[in-house]
């Protein structure tokens, strides 16, 4: 049978076909990953070449073989292209899965929500977000998970090593479907290299967050995080959003939701992009109101909004470095700033040199790597300096944890405070959400309306809006702008057209507030009011990751570079009832430089379900609480405190804080 004439089904239960499927051109239309480096010696090469062949029977290798020798010569990566699947990928409601288990359909529906053209940065390269955020490899690895899912009951749980699915094992119905493992090298091989050499040979992934745990939900997830953080950083300098202006960069995966969130926020907003397919992508998905591609006509036009007051989102096609310098010449005041290119991967396509056009410079990236190195650095260095002449007029500029101050400090940028070891400038985290946020337990809750429809999204934002209504009766003093911020949230989420995707929302919440959001969900279901609902969070939260250049930044005990708690989250979540864990290295900040975990629940209306999430809810928020109360942190001494009241079987090791003139006096 003919592969157009197989079902959606058909096709998902054939896995890697036995007869191969017709080559497929090369679709310049799709927004497609880099050329990667050529990093491989010739034995290496012929290595990577057995890897990716070892899926394949044996009669198919000698066709294969040329193929894929010519995608390693032509993109520095074996992707299988050959093997897309020919029908579309997206979020199709659950019931539309072939699967044996439920909660294993809710995992191929999230898994082809990261794959769907509308979310997916390189969605042939199987990359979600961040230049090189991949759910898998290669397109046979996605071809034999989707089978094995079909397939697995819930007496089994399939087991994924870096977008390998190592095989389905037996275990019970309290275990996680899946477990997910992301790029977990032995400390020694984790240098930028290392990714592109062991990710050339097809044996590790860069997972990035969300991507390689199947729970991306669409720039969405970014944009309630930096509505929060735009809304707070104005709060900081004491002015209005309302005619302030944002100057930051990226429009790429998840940093396309700055526009928006600026929007929400009433300001004004300058986002540069350098590529002209995702600026194009973002103005007709509506998360930008408008594209200018040149300076000159850009001064003319923030000049005008800050006049007017204006609430507008702009994009400018070209180098943020080029903004920060016309806007210092024109005396633009720039109110906030920050930075969202992937500066996790600076030398693979995550930033741009300044001067150079983009596909010139990505054929330096590939051709002349230690000239593009070289010239990326050069930008950073005057990407600091002209943020320095801004903030020396008062700009409030904040790392938004993508690692620019990392990066422009290693490039000998001129970042560093007088003392010489501490940033000149703060992380988000440290100034904004780790204090406001993160040490009172609210990070990014999250959940998908499995049957697609978006009459369950509404009904969901509803009894969202009415649980928080309610704990906020109650609330103490410290946690009500939290709520307050997170119920305007909810109730205008409708409006802003916020669905990218699948039938996902977001926002910020506590250990209680998730519990009680979550319970009142799996209620609705067993009453028939609303069908599945996929529970999840960003790994960008309280518990689920250790990163001491962002989600970590505010722990000042000198633990900010163990990993322990993200270590002890996932194995936590795993047998207190999540559907799937996830374990990364790697994340917003790079390969090396961050351990981070998540989590997916599937809330079908049982009892187990009741059970399941109010166990493990509980420990994914309070496990952070606890390290950060210990670390002396004062918001999450009183939330830990405040946890261990409301539950007798929570006992916490507190820490005494010693008097600073003791300590100054020795």
């Not at 020919?86 to 294993?104: F, G, L, M, T, V």
């Not at 509506?286 to 007017?308: F, H, P, S």
Request: with cysteine; proline share 4%.
């Amino acid at each position: 049978m003919s592969v157009h004439n197989k079902s959606f089904k058909e096709q998902i239960l054939e896995g890697i076909p036995l007869e191969l499927p017709q080559a497929k051109p090369h679709d310049t239309s799709i927004n497609h990953a880099p050329k990667r480096k050529a990093i491989l010696s010739k034995e290496e090469e012929k290595l990577a070449l057995r890897n990716a062949l070892r899926y394949f029977d044996k009669k198919q290798h000698a066709i294969l073989i040329k193929e894929f020798k010519e995608e390693l010569d032509s993109y520095g990566r074996i992707y299988m292209y050959r093997f897309r699947p020919e029908y579309k990928i997206y979020a199709r409601p659950i019931n539309d899965y072939p699967a044996q288990s439920k909660q294993a359909a809710a995992i191929m529906l999230m898994i082809q929500n990261n794959l769907d053209y509308a979310v997916a940065q390189h969605p042939h390269e199987l990359i979600t977000y961040g230049g090189n955020g991949g759910v898998f490899s290669n397109w046979a690895q996605y071809r034999l998970t989707m089978k094995y899912l079909a397939e697995m009951s819930d007496e089994q749980t399939l087991v994924m090593y870096s977008g390998h699915p190592m095989g389905v094992f037996p275990s019970h119905k309290e275990a996680p479907r899946v477990v997910v493992t992301n790029g977990m090298m032995i400390p020694n091989y984790s240098q930028p290299d290392d990714w592109e050499k062991f990710n050339a040979l097809g044996v590790t992934q860069y997972g990035q967050m969300t991507a390689g745990s199947y729970m991306y939900i669409g720039p969405q997830g970014i944009v309630h995080g930096t509505t929060i953080t735009v809304l707070n950083a104005f709060r900081k300098i004491k002015k209005s959003p309302i005619g302030g202006l944002f100057v930051t960069s990226g429009l790429g995966g998840m940093s396309g939701a700055q526009p928006k969130a600026g929007n929400i926020a009433g300001c004004i907003t300058v986002c540069a992009e350098v590529n002209p397919k995702i600026t194009q992508v973002r103005l007709d998905q509506g998360w930008i109101d408008e594209k200018i591609t040149t300076i000159a006509a850009l001064t003319q036009r923030v000049t005008q909004a800050v006049l007017n007051k204006e609430t507008v989102s702009i994009a400018y096609l070209g180098n943020i470095v080029d903004v920060w310098e016309a806007f210092d010449k024109e005396n633009i005041t720039i109110d906030i700033g920050s930075d969202q290119t992937s500066l996790h991967n600076p030398w693979a396509g995550g930033y741009y040199p300044v001067g150079i056009p983009f596909e010139e410079a990505n054929a330096m990236m590939a051709n002349a790597p230690e000239l593009f190195k070289t010239k990326v650095k050069e930008t950073l260095c005057r990407h600091a300096d002209a943020i320095n002449k801004h903030t020396e007029k008062g700009c409030y500029f904040f790392d938004y944890g993508n690692a620019f101050l990392l990066e422009a400090s290693r490039a000998g940028a001129d970042i560093m405070a007088d003392n010489g070891i501490d940033f000149r400038y703060p992380s988000y985290v440290q100034d904004i959400m780790g204090p406001m946020c993160f040490d009172y337990g609210f990070g990014p809750f999250r959940w998908v309306c499995a049957s697609g429809k978006p009459e369950d999204l509404e009904k969901t934002d509803r009894i969202a809006c009415e649980v928080l209504e309610n704990i906020m009766k109650a609330a103490p003093e410290e946690i009500k702008q939290q709520m307050a911020d997170n119920i305007q949230w909810i109730k205008g989420a409708q409006d802003n057209k916020l669905v990218v995707g699948s039938q996902a929302r977001i926002l910020y919440a506590d250990a209680e507030g998730r519990a009680k959001i979550a319970e009142a969900f799996n209620q609705a279901i067993a009453k028939g009011t609303i069908e599945t609902v996929i529970l999840g969070r960003d790994h960008h939260d309280v518990s689920g990751t250790d990163s001491p250049y962002r989600e970590t930044s505010n722990i000042y005990d000198g633990s900010r570079f163990t990993a322990d708690m993200a270590i002890q989250n996932v194995i936590g979540d795993s047998f207190r009832g999540a559907t799937w864990v996830s374990i990364h290295n790697g994340g917003g900040v790079g390969w090396g430089e961050v351990i981070n975990g998540g989590f997916g629940m599937v809330l079908d209306g049982s009892k187990e379900a009741s059970k399941r999430l109010k166990s493990m809810l509980f420990w994914d928020v309070n496990n952070g609480i606890s390290r950060r109360s210990w670390a002396r942190n004062e918001g999450a001494i009183f939330a830990i405190k405040r946890a261990m009241e409301a539950e007798p079987n929570l006992k916490v090791t507190l820490p005494n804080v010693v008097d600073d003139t003791l300590i100054d006096s020795i």
